[in-house]
């Protein structure tokens, strides 16, 4: 009973280290759609922006109503993303506070030190590895587990064995009607009240039972017993493998998720530098006449694409780097 005991201590903390991994990645995904968010704000400012010179352009005679219309197409497609963008940190905010057991996540309030955690993560380096999953609580149940079956093993094989048992009874009554005789010296009686005390001392009956008992005729229900145990045993090695292998499984995404978004992030800020002066050099064409709206709008458009995937690897990056440090204790 007391393996099985620790057995269901070692899966709360499990659930408690799980609870702690869920809240690590859905604070790094709020933080991200927060900044998706902003990202969204900038395109529409970008967009606003532009909207007013070619309004004064359109005025001149530089450009035509169809440039004009078209920037208006576009702004309202940037406010319908800022509005997904807006939802999504909604959601991903619910997410947060139910794992935090807070009910209005709008009170939520998060820092975020995303540059300093970045240089961090590249002035360590590697992470060192040092790994033990027999130290998860995960494993130490299955371990507990293991254990319990192997006493219960034992246990039935003591059905094998003769068993002596020692038994005893004690007993008495008493009843508020009976009267004690009293012998008097002129050779007479006297009914005297008879004392509960008296009673149960005179009325006391005992016995002690010695038993021994020789398992003769049921060897096979104790052999299927036996049997039976000994498959529980294999069945929980068996499940103690597959959470390792499990545990195993899980820190290699991780870790592989950690090393495909470092590469990811570094592509990802040099796509966003390139694509930010880009959008900048056509803007500056565009505005001359040089270039026609499709130009400008392509480089929007992946000047959006390179921010929203700046901030998604790099956020991915943190989330699972400090998953590494704190849930598998890697420095």
């Not at 497609?77 to 935090?100: F, P, T």
């Not at 499940?239 to 195993?248: D, G, H, I, R, W």
């Amino acid at each position: 009973k007391q393996k099985g005991y620790d057995a269901f201590v070692m899966d709360e903390l499990s659930l408690r280290k799980d609870i702690s991994r869920d809240v690590i990645v859905a604070y790094y995904n709020v933080l991200c759609a927060i900044k998706n968010t902003e990202s969204a704000q900038l395109i529409e400012k970008i967009i606003t922006e532009q909207l007013l010179i070619v309004e004064t352009q359109v005025g001149v005679g530089v450009k035509t109503e169809a440039d004009l219309l078209q920037l208006k197409s576009r702004l309202c497609s940037s406010q319908n993303d800022l509005v997904l963008a807006n939802n999504a940190m909604k959601m991903a905010l619910l997410e947060l506070g139910q794992l935090m057991n807070v009910a209005d996540y709008s009170d939520i309030r998060l820092q975020n030190d995303d540059e300093n955690e970045i240089r961090q993560i590249y002035v360590m380096g590697d992470n060192n590895v040092n790994v033990s999953f027999q130290d998860f609580p995960e494993y130490r149940a299955e371990v507990l587990r293991v254990a319990s079956a192997q006493y219960a093993v034992k246990v039935a094989k003591s059905s094998y064995f003769p068993t002596l048992s020692l038994s005893g009874s004690y007993g008495s009554n008493y009843s508020s009607a009976r009267q004690k005789v009293l012998s008097l010296e002129n050779n007479t009686t006297q009914n005297i009240k008879y004392p509960p005390i008296e009673q149960w001392t005179d009325n006391a009956n005992a016995y002690i039972t010695l038993t021994l008992q020789i398992p003769i005729f049921n060897g096979m229900r104790v052999k299927n017993n036996v049997k039976q145990a000994e498959c529980a045993v294999r069945d929980a090695y068996y499940t103690m493998s597959l959470v390792e292998k499990q545990l195993a499984k899980e820190y290699e995404q991780i870790r592989n998720d950690y090393e495909a978004a470092c590469q990811r992030y570094e592509s990802a800020s040099e796509q966003l530098k390139y694509t930010s002066e880009v959008l900048r050099q056509i803007k500056d064409q565009y505005e001359c006449g040089k270039c026609d709206y499709l130009t400008w709008s392509n480089a929007l458009v992946e000047y959006a694409k390179a921010q929203y995937e700046a901030n998604n690897t790099k956020y991915t990056l943190i989330s699972t780097n400090k998953l590494l440090q704190t849930y598998y204790d890697i420095n």
